[in-house]
DNA sequence: TAAGTATGTTACAGTTTTGTTAAAAATTAA
DNA sequence: TTAATTTTTAACAAAACTGTAACATACTTA
């Protein structure tokens, strides 16, 4: 899925030049002008990320983040903060605020574009690497493909999701509750028994012709990608 | 558990500015001089966030991300980079490297605690490793792995949370009783002399090809590592 | 030295956890 | 709609792990 990003700023030439070269990037764009209507549109349109400015003419950047952190749903919300404000102390109550990053104008659009990818790979891994790979293992996020050195394997949707999930973090020892929150949709119950049968299936796919075993049971923990 | 800092900074009067006021605010810090020397210590270490200088005498901060990033128990270390050079394109290379934020000199230390909490507040719990290490036993709690030397050990779950236990203190002697207390489910009942039992387990396991006895029976008291 | 106490070792039965299969239920595609 | 695919559950099999008992060995002390 492509990465969103919504932009807060009130200058309309800097949303003109961010807006174009991020979207020349792949990222999907949306702004506002101003601070309260921003707000508005940010919760329908649900970005990945935020680049908000602290000057606007209704709402500060700092009360629109304070806001932000307040809603459960975008608590996680990676927000930086576009500003001509560069001293120290400003920085310090941006970033005490709720800001994970802050960018002092003027900026290049390159260094926007870094600090950007930065927040992104740290807050969601699964936003930036287009295809995961693992020794003679390869996922491929734009194609829904999975190779297993040459060899093209097909997988159920769930079983997609699974190994891409364990790809993220190889090695890694997840428990089924774990599994169960980031590889099954919200709110949905079913038996961690379940997550065996996947996992055989799983298995069952990726170990052709005698190849070396990927997953790794953990007895009374969980499973890990080898 | 208290957040583990480490710095690499070849300027010991940063070091030591920062260093004094992070203790303050309750940071476990270590830090190294140099690059080499400082790679090394840091993965004894173990820290949940890295401050790292761009020119060191010997590797350069670009070099020492690259290489932690590299580093599969590492890969998810939130780094800093702490630098003089306010170029742009400087800090899309050092973004670039892998490193999470960048602040130039001269800075505030309130700044880096600002930067500093606004990462750890970003970073995902847990997503450091927190291993254990004593002689050439390594203990991975993510992998939940166990090595002595090179070789990897298989463990059951029980002795897993025994060595566990024993390396949090090594060298302190536990009586059967609070051997029970932390390594066992609360609640449960078993014989005193089931340790026992278990021990004799985890000391065959880790005691492969004639290497040195680890684990040392304390006449009437109880185990220790050695 | 001998008796008494603590620990080492082994085997095994019972328990828990995971693997595997098949069929019912749900979802998606035609 | 029906057909095809996918997902979930349940049931049983297999494997791994645990605790205990019983005996062996080592240490302590009278």
Chains 1, 2 share one sequence.
Not at 65 to 74: F, H, P, V
Not at 99 to 113: G, H, M, Q, R
Not at 198 to 219: D, M
Request: glycine letters at 6%; aromatic letters at 6%.
């Amino acid at each position: 899925m492509a990465t969103k990003i919504f932009i807060i700023e009130d200058e309309p030439s800097i949303i003109k030049l961010v807006q174009h070269n991020l979207e020349k990037e792949g990222f999907i764009v949306s702004s506002s002008l101003n601070g309260n209507e921003g707000l508005k549109e940010l919760k329908k349109f649900q970005p990945h990320l935020l680049l908000l400015d602290w000057m606007l003419p209704d709402l500060s950047g700092i009360d629109i983040c304070k806001s932000i952190r307040r809603e459960s749903n975008l608590k996680n919300l990676p927000i930086i903060m576009l500003t001509a404000k560069g001293e120290s102390e400003d920085k310090i109550k941006g970033l005490n605020s709720g800001a994970d990053d802050y960018i002092t104008k003027p900026f290049s659009f390159n260094e926007v574009l870094a600090r950007i990818n930065a927040l992104l790979r740290r807050s969601e891994p699964n936003t930036v690497a287009d295809n995961l790979e693992y020794e003679d293992l390869k996922l491929d996020r734009i194609e829904k493909r999975v190779y297993r050195g040459e060899k093209h394997i097909d997988l159920g949707p769930t079983e997609f999701r699974l190994l891409e999930f364990f790809l993220v973090n190889p090695k890694r020892v997840y428990t089924r509750d774990q599994i169960l929150e980031n590889v099954w949709p919200n709110n949905i119950n079913v038996e961690s028994r379940t997550i065996d049968v996947h996992i055989r299936r799983l298995r069952q796919a990726i170990n052709i012709g005698g190849k070396k075993e990927l997953i790794r049971t953990v007895r009374s923990s969980g499973y890990s990608l080898i």
